[in-house]
Structure formats: structure tokens, C-alpha cells
């Protein structure tokens, strides 16, 4: 089996405020291969999408009986310690939740982390060690 | 904000397990940067990071209360229908728990679900829309 992480899909509770956030308020392009039951956002390398969360757990045919921490987290680098904060607050703008604001961080970069109106956690971070643009 | 999911990290509770599935189970190439605490491997175009779900939370600044369905799925297209069955009995020989069998699925692929030993949720498919290889 490859690596190949081909689409990551977040269960939401409203699909339309979940599309509002990441393509109006995010600015991820929407793909023309959404329509009014899904929608994909083709992200580097990997395509981001977002499904009623009832019709995912129906799709795997398990019960959506989850709550509280979801055990992931997605990551965004970009180049600076202010290219983090700029992004953090360009997500709380746009809808998100700030969940721990921009700081110096132990492993020797500078990063936060936002939650979607679902709760999923995005961290924004610079690493000195790569070169990432945002 | 570009559509820029630089990794993807799943908070497992047993990092060794965690890391023996899928490095030697799944036969993902392990990073150079991975150490006793973190594991990452290189996907197409992102990052699949391994990390303790109890220091995630806490890297988050969260309670590490979830359980149940965390409300996503990531996905890995191959090219054909018995492409899917052969990746599907690759990881339930690897450990991973076979959740939906391949079948026939209302969108015209050709698809089925595995839990990984964390739980997370991988579906492999088959589209015959797309021209992904395995």
C-alpha cells in the first residue's frame, strides 16, 4: 500500500456553514466536482472534503457516536512567526475558534491552533528547519 | 490561507503499535526526522505524523475527553475493484479491523473501510471516474 492519503473527509454538522468557512471565509477553491451533497477542495497534494457527519458514519457503517476530542489534527506551515498569527486571525475571522494562540513552542518553532465550526483542529505553525510557504 | 495541509497527525494511544502498522504493516517509508516521541511518513503531497493522543491534547491545549466516532476518514484510491479487496486483506493482515467490506457503492465506484488499530478510519476505493494508482 502506498502513502497515498487521496482525500481526507471531515463529518460536519452543517454542510453549508462548513463550505461557507473553508471557501469564503478560508478561500480554499471549491472543486467543480462538488455538488449539494459533498464538497471538495483540492489542497497540495491530498483533497480536502467536507460530508454531513450522520451520512459518513451511515457511509462506514458505523454509529456516529462520537464527541469531544476527535484524536487529529490538520497542519498548516507557513514561513514566519507573523505569517502564523496573520493566518490565526484570518481563520477567527472567518468563523474559526482560537484555541491556543501563536507562541514559541518546544520543539523550537513558533505555532497555534484554531478550531473549525466543527472542531477540528488546524495547527498554523513556522518551523525554522523547513522552508514551507503559506 | 492556501489550501496547504502540510500533515496530517493522529493521536494514538500506543505509538510502537501505532508505528509498527504502518511502517511495517502498511510498508510506509518512515521520515528521517521521526524520533522516539513522533513518527512521520511521507505521503503523497502531505504528511502522515503519529504522535500519543494524550500529548496531542495537550499540545492542543484540550482535554482529551473523545471517543466514539471522531468524525473523519481518510481515503486511498487505487485502480480497480480487485485492487481495493487485495489493500483492504493487506491491512487486516497488517492488524487493521475490516469495517465494510469492497462493494458497490451508490456514487458508481467500488469501495470498502479498515479501522486502523487507533481506530481512524481509512476507506480504499475504486472510481471509475478517476485514474488513481494504488
Known sequence: MKPN????????SDLDRAIAFYQNGLGFPLQENSNENIAFFQAQ???LALYPRDKLAEDITIEDTGSGFSGF????????????????????EAGATLIK???????????????????????VAWDPYLSEDS
Open 45 to 47: 497534494g491530498t483533497t
Open 5 to 12: 492519503i487521496t482525500i481526507i473527509t471531515l463529518g460536519v
Open 101 to 123: 494562540p501563536g507562541q514559541n513552542v518546544f520543539w523550537g518553532g513558533y505555532s497555534g491552533y484554531f478550531a473549525d465550526p466543527d472542531g477540528f483542529y488546524w495547527e
Open 73 to 92: 489534527t490538520l497542519a498548516h506551515n507557513v514561513s514566519s512567526p507573523e505569517a502564523v498569527d496573520a493566518t490565526l486571525n484570518e481563520a477567527v
